[in-house]
């Protein structure tokens, strides 16, 4: 009889980490007799990386057709059944983005034995297999352990995977390597007690220098950015520590903690913060439970003082500074000696492939070879193959990026055009890595329950297109970065990106048509210097167009060599806010279909004809009215905050939330006042007190912004406080849009319940 992976296993897996396994597959075996509680398993499954996902028809929109597998029967609560009665996905772990090929191996034969034979590389240097059963997660886990890679923590309330610059340690502009220390920084804090009743994730990264995009510092909970100082004659190490960043629905730019924290500091400063964000952060409202509203709550000054009080109190553990003993004797070893490349290969795509995708490393003769990966994917026989290719040219030399691709090390200059003959028999020779044919995006709605447009469908078709004519586009086009989210979450990072687009929906003749709203100045170099800001929203099908148009404006408007960062910001929006509306109109569905389906699905977005049996037209036309004021003074608002007139840009934004709260109202009644008091009381108790404002998209989280605004009657007047409330007064107008979708289903489903004769009173 065949022994079980746990049998086969238990001598190559640390019996700490065995011991982890063992009591999550107990749990599992619980939950399938009824004996633990939804809740309480959820949190078990998603703290080792083990998420639900969506399902469209049997249908993945990028036009991979699903594998089926059934729930096994028996035994089943209606909790379980209801997450788990179809596969899910499985997170795992890369710290820094760190591989071997034998672990490449492992997640090429667990992508094909309990997945769809595809590894996905995220935007945290993460792999994803998707239609995993829960039931096969247990043996995968150890199957992973077995080589090292965890699952643990890779989800859930806690520290997410540590980041890390991929060219660390070969990289011309670092100070110094920072590898090492965000080893130790994931594994110090990996199972930590203290990191352990948090209210919602947090996320650290490690760059080695301050002016490339290397770890994205100033987006995460946690940054570091490495330095040396120079204390009593001797060159120290240390970072530049940043505390309180993060993306999602309402961007934070990490504040500064200190200029220089030793390196012997790092770890013991990680936990202080980790004790004061779980004893002080925010719990019950996950809208507002992550570090950045804590930080910005205190202030940055305040915020410090609680931790360095902190500090003084914690326990010694030798952990903080083992790592730092072992530093001297760190580092990477090549498989091969530096050899030049003297003949150069021509008319293969060799010289194409070269010049984007391979990076040379400050060691004289070696490179690092880039391996891009469309819309992060790999299939289980690339990766497998790509292990084969690393043994041959670079040993354990792998990393993961952040822009979903994976880099080879150490690669000997000489061996490079054998080294792109054998991408190309596997298929991974696409050149233009870092490029704008390199799009980023978020699983959307493929997988992702939150996915409101298909964000990977939008992005196979923009890089098919750019692809073709990317010799014939101009350097400075070449080089801007599109960066696509299927929601206002942010997963895609669409807020660092030069041209940034994130999925809504918009009801157009009765049919709810997908759209992208358009994200202008962020910024990806220095760290993510800088987010965007949206100006608007666009049809899915047009977002092509757009940029197309939009590239062509810049060339020919720019002031000779003018950066398209430095463009957007001299043109200004109102100017660039024209060629948004210009593409804006969507077409009858009698006249043309193809704006009603999204990218690369067949279907259409949806089909809600609600034209027969509609009560009140009028009804729709003004609240349609109320809303589009709302969009039009949250726009005004924006460009007083571009002119740093950040209290008008507070109260217009304010008056926007008002103007798109006053237009639900109307819905009911009709008379309301333009009076902010009854306008928040009459949508608080018509929409947040009944529920209807709620929505799977947090609708009733985005209220809680009005709510805040209008009562802060001593508002202070600052740069971050107007760009949260612009950020906040978008995603309050978004929802109201949903809200009002929802209003007209409801309406068109009552109507068609009356006799032919009656209609429905719309005024309450």
């Known amino acids: 009889m065949m022994k079980s992976w746990k049998e086969q296993l238990t001598s190559k897996i640390p019996a700490t980490v065995a ?15 009824g004996r633990v509680e939804d809740k309480l398993f959820a949190e078990t499954r998603l703290r080792r990386g083990v ?69 996905h590389i995220t935007t945290r240097q993460d792999v994803q297999l998707h239609y995993v059963h829960i039931d096969d997660t247990p043996d995968l886990m150890r199957r992973l352990a077995a080589v090292g890679i965890t699952t643990k923590e890779a989800c859930g309330n806690s520290v997410r995977n540590v980041t890390a610059c991929p060219i660390a340690g070969v990289c011309h502009e670092e100070t110094f390597d920072v590898t090492p220390y965000a ?128 500090r003084k109190i914690l326990p010694h553990d030798d952990a903080w500074t083992a790592y730092v003993k072992e530093l001297p004797s760190y580092g990477e070893t090549p ?17 194409v492939w070269r010049k984007t995708n391979a990076y040379p490393q400050k060691q004289t003769g070696y490179a690092v070879a880039t391996v891009t990966l469309p819309l992060g994917d790999l299939t289980s026989w690339q990766m497998r193959q790509l292990a084969g290719i690393a043994r041959r040219f670079v040993g354990d030399n792998i990393r993961t990026t952040v822009e979903q691709n994976i880099v080879l090390r150490w690669v000997s200059e000489a061996d490079l055009p054998a080294l792109y003959e054998e991408l190309q028999r596997i298929g991974l020779d696409q050149p233009g890595a870092g490029t704008i044919i390199d799009v980023t995006a978020c699983p959307g709605t493929d997988t992702c329950k939150l996915g409101i447009a298909s964000s990977r469908g939008l992005a196979g078709e923009l890089r098919e297109k750019l692809g073709a004519r990317f010799l014939n586009l101009d350097a400075a086009i070449q080089g801007l970065h599109i960066k696509i989210s299927g929601c206002f979450n942010s997963c895609g990072q669409h807020h660092l990106a030069d041209l940034g687009f994130y999925g809504v929906s918009r009801k157009v003749g009765g049919t709810t048509v997908p759209h992208f709203r358009v994200v202008l100045g962020g910024q990806w170099e220095n760290n993510a210097g800088s987010y965007g800001l949206t100006i608007g929203a666009i049809p899915s099908k047009r977002v092509p167009d757009f940029i197309d148009q939009l590239t062509e404006k810049y060339l020919k408007e720019r002031n000779n060599s003018e950066r398209f960062q430095d463009y957007i910001q001299r043109v200004g929006k109102q100017e660039l806010k024209s060629l948004v509306d210009k593409l804006s109109t969507v077409p009858p569905y009698a006249l043309d279909r193809s704006y009603y389906s999204d990218w690369r699905d067949p279907r259409e977005f949806t089909v809600n004809d609600i034209s027969t049996g509609e009560c009140a037209g009028e009804v729709v036309s003004m609240i349609d009215f109320d809303l589009q004021a709302a969009e039009r003074e949250y726009f005004e608002a924006q460009l007083h905050f571009d002119k740093g007139e950040y209290q008008q840009a507070d109260e217009i934004a304010y008056k926007a939330m008002l103007q798109a709260a006053k237009g639900l109202v109307r819905t009911q009644f009709r008379d309301v006042k333009d009076d902010p008091d009854q306008i928040v009381q009459e949508f608080k108790a018509r929409f947040f007190d009944t529920g209807i404002f709620q929505n799977k998209y947090a609708g009733g989280t985005f209220a809680q912004y009005l709510f805040r605004r209008h009562v802060d009657e001593g508002r202070n007047f600052t740069r971050d406080n107007a760009r949260h409330l612009v950020e906040e007064t978008q995603l309050f107008i978004e929802a109201a849009h949903a809200c009002n979708l929802k209003l007209i289903e409801q309406q068109s489903a009552a109507s068609a319940k009356l006799p032919d004769n009656q209609t429905l009173a719309t005024n309450a």
């Open 335 to 351: 498989l091969k000696p530096a050899k030049a490349l003297t003949h150069i290969e021509t008319g293969n795509g060799f010289d």
């Open 51 to 119: 998420y639900g996902q969506r399902y469209d028809n049997g249908q993945r929109h990028d036009g991979v057709e699903q594998r089926t597998l059934s729930f096994p029967s028996g035994g089943l609560t209606k909790g379980l059944e209801t997450l788990w009665d179809a596969p899910g996905m499985q997170r795992i772990k890369i710290p820094f983005g760190g591989l071997n090929p034998e672990q490449m191996d492992v997640l090429a034969d667990i992508a094909e034995e309990y997945s769809d034979a595809i590894c």
């Open 19 to 33: 011991r982890d396994i063992d009591v999550y597959e107990s749990q599992l075996q619980l939950k399938h007799q």
């Open 183 to 310: 080893r130790a920084c994931a594994y110090f804090l990996l199972g930590h007690p203290d990191v352990q009743d948090f209210g919602r994730k947090f996320k650290v990264a490690f760059s080695g220098c301050k002016h490339n995009a290397c770890g994205l510092t100033t987006m995460h909970d946690l940054g570091f950015i490495a330095r040396i100082k120079k204390i009593d004659g001797e060159e120290k190490r240390g970072f530049e520590m940043y505390v309180g960043g993060g993306l999602g629905a309402v961007p934070y730019e990490a504040k500064l903690f200190d200029e220089f924290v030793p390196e012997e500091e790092i770890l013991p400063l990680a936990q202080a913060i980790s004790r004061i964000f779980a004893k002080l952060g925010e719990k019950r409202n996950r809208g507002r439970a992550r570090i950045k509203f804590l930080v910005d709550k205190l202030g940055i000054g305040q915020f410090r003082e609680m931790v360095l009080e902190e």
